[in-house]
């Protein structure tokens, strides 16, 4: 697969192809690029309703030149380390926050958590993510109230009486229950339609469907999650072999 940006040719067929309703895979396909190379360029030039292959070369066009003119990283900002590339961490990130904002995140939200979730210690105060995403304590502030209120984050005092974020090991656990709640919700609302339509008519006969189906998967996610959920508590550990096998670092 190529490597590198895309070309302005190249943006003009994924207008096109969003034009035509392919889905990302099939844009992708046709220009040999990866699918996640397609979702996150039209995720962050508009959306699929809105990209606009001129506008989306000039943006890009514009963050190149700003990173070329970005001052050395100030003393709090998130630094790299173990050899990593700075550039690839940032492509990840960016694709990683594509992926929550096509999971309904807004964006700022979404590039918070991404943040937290890349960060080795878990971790962030909020000067700390200013630094990092360049944006104002604001919309920092908005973001993390949304985030602590989803259960996804919580926030703890350091010794310096800073406020930190954290990210735990149980967010995707609390994260699939919450989902499982809302599952349990729609399937009661579903069933109060039942008897208020009328129990022969189709559209009950519909809702009652939906609750059937709604309460299956609710229940199966919780089994799941309840069965799984040591395995966000596993790390690796080197055996004999040099391979690594899974242990629990939960007490």
Same mark, same amino acid.
């Given at each position: 697969m190529p490597g590198g940006r895309l070309t302005q040719q190249e943006r003009q067929q994924i207008a096109l192809g969003l034009a035509d309703s392919l889905a990302y895979a099939e844009i992708a396909r046709c220009l040999d690029r990866p699918t996640s190379?397609?979702? !996150?360029?039209?995720? !962050?030039?508009?959306? $699929?309703?809105a990209y606009r292959a001129d506008l989306a070369h000039r943006a890009t066009e514009r963050r190149a030149h700003r990173r070329k003119h970005t001052p050395p990283r100030e003393q709090g900002a998130p630094a790299q380390g173990h050899g990593r590339d700075d550039e690839a961490v940032r492509e990840?990130?960016?694709?990683?926050?594509?992926?929550?904002? /096509? /999971? #309904?995140?807004?964006?700022?939200?979404?590039?918070?958590?991404?943040?937290?979730?890349?960060?080795?210690?878990?971790?962030?105060?909020?000067?700390?993510?200013?630094?990092?995403? /360049?944006?104002?304590?604001?919309?920092?502030?908005?973001?993390?109230?949304?985030?602590?209120?989803?259960?996804?984050?919580?926030?703890?005092?350091?010794? #310096?009486? !800073?406020?930190?974020?954290?990210?735990?090991?149980?967010?995707?656990y609390q994260s699939m229950i919450a989902s499982a709640r809302s599952n349990a919700q729609l399937a009661e609302t579903a069933r109060q339609g039942v008897s208020i339509l009328g129990?022969?008519? $189709?559209?009950?006969?519909?809702?009652?469907?939906i609750a059937r189906f709604v309460d299956f998967v609710g229940e199966s996610i919780t089994r799941a999650a309840e069965q799984a959920r040591e395995i966000l508590y596993t790390k690796a550990e080197a055996t004999s072999g040099g391979t690594a096998t899974p242990s629990s670092d939960r007490g």
């Open positions: 190379t397609i979702t !996150r360029e039209v995720m !962050r030039n508009g959306g $699929p309703t990840y990130e960016e694709a990683f926050t594509t992926l929550l904002m /096509q /999971q #309904g995140l807004p964006k700022m939200t979404a590039r918070v958590l991404t943040c937290l979730f890349i960060t080795d210690a878990g971790s962030l105060t909020a000067s700390e993510l200013v630094q990092h995403l /360049q944006v104002s304590p604001a919309s920092i502030s908005k973001a993390i109230t949304f985030l602590e209120d989803q259960g996804l984050i919580r926030r703890e005092r350091d010794e #310096g009486r !800073r406020e930190r974020y954290i990210v735990d090991n149980d967010v995707w129990p022969d008519t $189709p559209a009950a006969a519909r809702l009652e469907n």
